[in-house]
C-alpha cells in the first residue's frame, strides 16, 4: 500500500529565506507526482506536476524534484514571501488517483 | 474561466439523515474525483471517475457512501444515513485527462453531522 509521507509538518522561516519542503514516499511504481498548496478554508492549487519520467519541473520561485529510486521528492522555494504561507501537499499518482501526504504548513514572516 | 464549484458550501444535518453534495467540474475535464479531509487528516480518496470508465470506488468507506457523474459533467455524493464521523470537508476535483494532468478542487463542502 502506498504511503506518502511530508517532513516537517510545519515550518516557520523569516521573509526571504530559500526553503526545501520534503516528501517521501514508500512504492516507487507511480504515475507521477503533484505538488500542491492549500490556503485555509480553501481548496487545492496544483503547483506543479512531474511525470515519472521526468526529474525536475520549474515554475517561477518552484522547483520540484523528482528521484523515484528513493522515493523521495522536494519542492524548493526561492525568495519565500509572506504570501508563500500555506499548506503545502506532495500526491503521488497511483493506478488512477492520487495518494496525498499529510501536509507541510510554512509560515513565512515578514 | 470557471473553476470547479461544489454546493452547498456548508451544510449541518442531523445523525441518521442523508446528505447530498454537488460537484460541477471544469467544462471537458474527463476525469473527476471527490476526497475527504477531516481536521488532522491528510485527504483521503473516495472515488474516481475517467469518462465512460466504471468507476473507481475503491475509497469509499461504507455502503452509505454512493455517488454518480451524469452525463459525464455534474457528480453527485450522497451520503445515507449519516454519522457524527462523517463530519469533514468533502472535496471534488476535475482534471483534463486523468491522473497525468493537473487537478482542479473546488473549495470544497464542509459538513458537519450533529
Known amino acids: 500500500k502506498q504511503e506518502v509521507t511530508q517532513i516537517p509538518a510545519a515550518l516557520s522561516v523569516p521573509e526571504g529565506e530559500n526553503l526545501v519542503l520534503n516528501c517521501s514516499f514508500t512504492?516507487?511504481?507511480?504515475?507521477?507526482l503533484q505538488w500542491f498548496r492549500q490556503d485555509p478554508g480553501k481548496g487545492l492549487t496544483s503547483l506543479l506536476l512531474?511525470?515519472?519520467?521526468?526529474r525536475e519541473q520549474t515554475s517561477g520561485r518552484l522547483n520540484a524534484s523528482l528521484d523515484k529510486s528513493s522515493g523521495r521528492s522536494t519542492l524548493y522555494i526561492a525568495a519565500s514571501q509572506p504570501g508563500d504561507s500555506a499548506t503545502y501537499l506532495c500526491?503521488?499518482?497511483?493506478?488512477?488517483?492520487?495518494?496525498f501526504g499529510q501536509g507541510t504548513t510554512l509560515q513565512v514572516k515578514p | 474561466g470557471a473553476g470547479v464549484s461544489q454546493s452547498p458550501s456548508n451544510k449541518v444535518t442531523e445523525k441518521g439523515k442523508d446528505v447530498e453534495l454537488r460537484c460541477d467540474p471544469i467544462?471537458?475535464?474527463?476525469?473527476l474525483y471527490w476526497y475527504r479531509q477531516s481536521l488532522g487528516q491528510g485527504l483521503e480518496f473516495l472515488i474516481y471517475?475517467?469518462?465512460?470508465?466504471?468507476?473507481?470506488k475503491s475509497g469509499l468507506p461504507s455502503d452509505r457512501f454512493s455517488a454518480e457523474r451524469t452525463g459525464g459533467s455534474v457528480s453527485t455524493l450522497t451520503i445515507q444515513r449519516t454519522q457524527q464521523e462523517d463530519s469533514a470537508v468533502y472535496l471534488c476535483?476535475?482534471?483534463?485527462?486523468?491522473?497525468?494532468?493537473?487537478?482542479?478542487f473546488g473549495n470544497g463542502t464542509r459538513l458537519t453531522v450533529t
Open positions: 471517475f475517467q469518462g465512460n470508465s466504471a468507476p473507481d
Open positions: 512531474i511525470q515519472s519520467s521526468q
Open positions: 476535483a476535475s482534471s483534463l485527462s486523468g491522473y497525468n494532468s493537473p487537478l482542479h
Open positions: 500526491a503521488v499518482g497511483d493506478t488512477g488517483k492520487l495518494i
Open positions: 512504492d516507487s511504481a507511480i504515475y507521477n
Open positions: 467544462s471537458g475535464h474527463t476525469a
